[in-house]
T-cell receptor
């Protein structure tokens, strides 16, 4: 089975802190994604990456950056956390081109910014 | 960019067939339709994907009419464990376009 793991299930940070969310997949997938999920808004794509060191902005990239130095690892960075970034963050991965829509998700990280 | 619209919630009883419809009026020629299931405190899980007509797997069926402006996820004989949120996702399999999930349909199955 494909496994996507996220570094924390729950995280509490203060406003202004730099926050790192880590995601690792074990199936040699080329594509990796970061979403945030908020009540009533569904899942919204923040960034995705289709190869090492490659990234594309999603719908809501403002306030976030990403890093993909190794194929299996995709990091989401909140440069200066704000309260409106309190949310559930979901990481996903999928095989290469032609498999963008069949994604495998991690369990999520619930981030609270106070 | 195909926007999707789903009912917010649906109720059913064990053993019934449930049909959840997703509207995607501006679907593009190369777009596929994918459905996910999400349980509380878990990430979404892929259920089924299709392009046109009908697709069936061991979990569900997906019906797509000829105009492809909507699709229907059909769950046969639901059980309590099918209580979850179901998301429709429309997009290009290969294009690096923005992927947009709908807001999901919360299905509640009662005994």
């Amino acid at each position: 089975d494909v496994k996507v793991t996220q570094s924390s299930r729950y995280l509490v940070k203060r406003t202004g802190e730099k926050v790192f969310l880590e995601c690792v997949q074990d199936m040699d997938h080329e594509n990796m994604f970061w979403y945030r999920q908020d009540p009533g808004l569904g899942l919204r794509l923040i960034y995705f990456s289709y190869d090492v060191k490659m990234k594309e902005k999603g719908d809501i990239p403002e306030g976030y950056s990403v890093s993909r130095e190794k194929k299996e690892r995709f990091s989401l960075i909140l440069e200066s956390a704000s309260t409106n970034q309190t949310s559930m963050y979901l990481c996903a991965s999928s095989f290469g081109r032609g498999q963008l829509l069949k994604q495998y998700f991690g369990p999520g990280t619930r981030l609270t910014v106070t | 960019l195909a926007k999707t619209t789903q009912p917010i919630s649906m109720d059913s009883y064990e053993g019934q067939e449930v049909n959840i419809t997703c509207s995607h009026n501006n679907i593009a020629t190369n777009d596929y339709i994918t459905w996910y299931q999400q349980f509380p405190s878990q990430g979404p899980r892929f259920i089924i994907q299709g392009y046109k007509t009908k697709v069936t797997n061991e979990v569900a069926s997906l019906f797509i009419p000829a105009d492809r402006k909507s699709s229907t996820l059909s769950l046969p004989r639901v059980s309590l464990s099918d209580t979850a949120v179901y998301y429709c996702l429309v997009g290009d399999l290969r294009g690096f376009q923005k992927l947009v999930f709908g807001t999901g349909t919360r299905l509640l199955v009662s005994p």
